[in-house]
């Protein structure tokens, strides 16, 4: 019996079914996968061979726990829906729980040198985290409507991903700018720079997790907003692999799998800078010198752009999510494409080109500055989020008065 017949017989008919398997995909990814492993132990040892299957594994959970990092503003500014906004404090405070003790007693699997995602408080980080909220609803490609569900949902995502990409680099180009030019303040830690240590930083965090997800239950049950929409999923032990988890069961993975990250390289989980090294990277094979960018004078950033890819554990992470995320499609049968609109990809494009311009500028995007940032107790994470719920509403209300995109 195949699978399709097993999910039409089985699952509620109100929720949608995934198709089935792409088997050639999921080997050729398998392959691919086996290949980096290779090379990663060639390059850098086990380090890099664990932390690109915990990237795996981080791909396939946000996969099947539909957990949107970027959607989670938008479902509040368009719909006042808060599910996800809930599941994402859970996840903060399990992180931060988690965070604090390998801060405190500079916990690393590898001798490393343990740095949380603190970075300073400029001019960039404000105008940056804006910038990649209107960017985020602009070109809403990494959204999960058009993600798992719109037509053409994956093609748009490659137009945002390649202006994300571009995006990223230019950032990287304008970085000393937006944050050595004009004014800023040393990165500032809620746990070690207010006195009030690590316990004393949790107790705060935890706080305000628990005040927004009381905030945000007294909101549903006064406005009532509508569910979010039903997920391709399976039923039985296929669930695990197939199907849809729930939201607290993605949050949990998702916190333990950053701190496995934190242990095995030093440094929690951390996406744009990749792209920004990548599309770098790309420039110097054209001949281009990068390396006198502002954004690379950094001892740490000119290392990776010198050194080979697989020796960026940065880049070998987020190689693993990428692969985790692209397998995961594959086994729900998910990867395809469609025609797409002309304005529909040029602002997917543009949307992808604000995110990722503005995720460099401001030291990070969801996860490094949102996630791992908030984990880290880092102040500017939490302008971060701020400001980049500004820019989603400000790019809601655009949209929606001038009709630019249609939902």
């Known amino acids: 019996m195949t699978q399709k017949k097993v999910h039409s017989s089985k699952t509620n008919k109100s929720e949608p079914t995934l198709k089935d398997s792409q088997n050639v995909l999921t080997i050729l990814g398998i392959l691919v996968i086996l290949l980096i492993s290779y090379f990663a132990y060639q390059a850098s040892g086990l380090e890099f ?8 594994l981080i791909g396939f959970s946000l996969f099947h726990a539909r957990f949107a990092f970027a959607s989670v503003y938008r479902q509040i500014v368009e719909t006042g829906n808060t599910e996800m906004l809930r599941a994402h404090m859970f996840m903060l405070g399990i992180a931060t729980t ?9 916990i690393s699997a590898f001798s490393n ?3 949380g995602a603190l970075s300073p408080i400029s001019i960039g980080l404000v105008i940056g985290a804006f910038l990649f909220g209107f960017g985020m609803e602009m070109g809403s490609g990494l959204a999960p409507a058009s993600f798992y569900t719109a037509e053409g949902g994956r093609t748009a995502l490659l137009c945002t991903v390649f202006g994300f990409l571009t995006g990223a680099v230019i950032g990287a180009y304008h970085f000393g700018f937006w944050n050595e030019t004009l004014p800023s303040v040393s990165e500032f830690s809620l746990a070690t720079d207010t006195g009030l240590g690590y316990f004393g930083a949790w107790g705060i965090q935890a706080a305000i997790f628990a005040l927004i997800v009381i905030l945000s239950y007294i909101y549903k049950k006064r406005k009532r907003p509508p569910l979010l929409p039903a997920l391709p999923t399976a039923v039985g032990w296929k669930k695990i692999v197939f199907g849809s988890w729930p939201l607290w ?6 916190a333990v799998l950053n701190a496995t990250v934190f242990v095995i390289q030093g440094e929690p989980w951390k996406l744009t800078a990749a792209f920004t090294l990548w599309g770098s990277k790309l420039l110097m094979n054209l001949g281009m010198d990068v390396s006198q960018w502002q954004y690379w004078i950094a001892e740490e950033r000119i290392v990776a752009l010198m ?3 697989m020796m960026d554990s940065v880049s070998v992470l987020n190689l693993g999510v990428i692969l985790g995320t692209f397998i ?9 494409f469609s025609k797409i609109h002309f304005h529909l990809a040029i602002l997917a494009l543009a949307g992808g080109f604000l995110m990722g311009y503005g995720a460099t500028i401001s030291f990070g995007a969801n996860i490094g500055a949102y996630f791992s940032g908030i984990a880290s107790f880092s102040l500017h994470a939490w302008i971060w989020a701020l400001m980049a719920i500004l820019g989603v509403s400000a790019a809601y209300t655009v949209g929606k008065k001038f009709n630019l995109v249609q939902r």
């Open 49 to 56: 061979v664990l932390l690109l299957w915990v990237g795996v």
């Open 328 to 336: 995961s499609l594959t086994l729900g049968g998910m990867i395809r």
């Open 249 to 254: 069961v993605g949050a949990l993975v998702l």
């Open 98 to 106: 988690l965070f604090a003790p390998i801060l405190m007693f500079d």
């Open 307 to 309: 050194e080979p890819l």
């Open 113 to 115: 040198i343990t740095e």
